[in-house]
C-alpha cells in the first residue's frame, strides 16, 4: 500500500512538473510570438515610409523644377508573368555593376502584384492620383491627351512608379519610374540609389524605354 501510494505520489509530482514546464513554455511561446507581431508592422511601415521618401525624392529632382502639376498613377507599376521571365539580373548587373541580386530580387517580389498608393508624399510636391479606370475611359478616344490636360490643367503628364527593392545587408536600393506626357512621348527608366551617410543618393537611372 505504501509502495503504492510513493508511486501515486511520484506520479502526481511528474505530472505538475510537466504541466509547469509546458506552462512556462507556453507563456514563453507567447510573449515571443507578441514581440514578434509587435516587430511586424514596424519593419513593414519602416520601409514604406523608405520608399516614399524615395518617391518624393525623385519627384522633387524631376518635376518640381518645372512647376508643373503631378498626376501620379494610384496603382504601382507591376512585373507580369512574361515581364517576370524576360527581366533578367544580367541585363540590370551590367549598368548597375553594384546591384546586389537581393536587391534585384527583393524588386520582383515586391512587383509581382500592383501596390494601391496612399498620399504620403510630401505636401510641397502636390501629388494628384489618376486611377486605371480613369485613365482607361479617358483614352478609349483618340482625344484622350487633349481630354486628360483640360481635367488636370498644367499637369506634366502621368507618372508611375514601381514598389522598390531592397536588400538588407547593403542600404541599396532599385525602382522603376516613367512619364508618359503624349501618345508617342514617354520613356521609362530603372533607378539605382545607395544610402550614404543616411541619405539616398542616385547612383545611376538607364532607361527601359522610349515612345
Known amino acids: 500500500m505504501t509502495k503504492l501510494l510513493a508511486q501515486l505520489l511520484n506520479g502526481f509530482l511528474n505530472d505538475i512538473k510537466f504541466f509547469s514546464n509546458y506552462t512556462l513554455n507556453y507563456i514563453k511561446m507567447r510573449r515571443l510570438n507578441m514581440f514578434l507581431l509587435l516587430l511586424l508592422p514596424i519593419f513593414i511601415f519602416s520601409q514604406t515610409n523608405e520608399e516614399f521618401s524615395i518617391f518624393s525624392q525623385i519627384l522633387s529632382e524631376k518635376i518640381e523644377k518645372s512647376k508643373k502639376k503631378i498626376v501620379l498613377q494610384k496603382e504601382t507599376y507591376f512585373l507580369t ?27 520582383k517580389n515586391q512587383n509581382n502584384k500592383k501596390f494601391i498608393f496612399e498620399n504620403k508624399f510630401d ?11 480613369e485613365i482607361t475611359a479617358l483614352f478609349k478616344s483618340h482625344t484622350g491627351w487633349e481630354d486628360f490636360y483640360k481635367k488636370y490643367k498644367n499637369a506634366i503628364g502621368i507618372i508611375e512608379f514601381s514598389r522598390i527593392g531592397f536588400n538588407k545587408s547593403k542600404p541599396q536600393a532599385l525602382l522603376y519610374y516613367s512619364k508618359t506626357s503624349g501618345f508617342s512621348n514617354g520613356h521609362g527608366n530603372y533607378i539605382f540609389l545607395k544610402k550614404i551617410n543616411g541619405k539616398w543618393i542616385k ?3 538607364v532607361m527601359a524605354w522610349i515612345s
Open 81 to 107: 508573368s512574361e515581364k517576370q521571365k524576360e527581366f533578367k539580373y544580367k541585363y540590370l548587373k551590367t549598368n548597375f555593376k553594384d546591384l546586389e541580386l537581393e536587391t534585384f530580387n527583393d524588386f
Open 123 to 133: 505636401k510641397k510636391l502636390n501629388v494628384t492620383f489618376i486611377d486605371n479606370k
Open 203 to 205: 547612383v545611376l537611372e
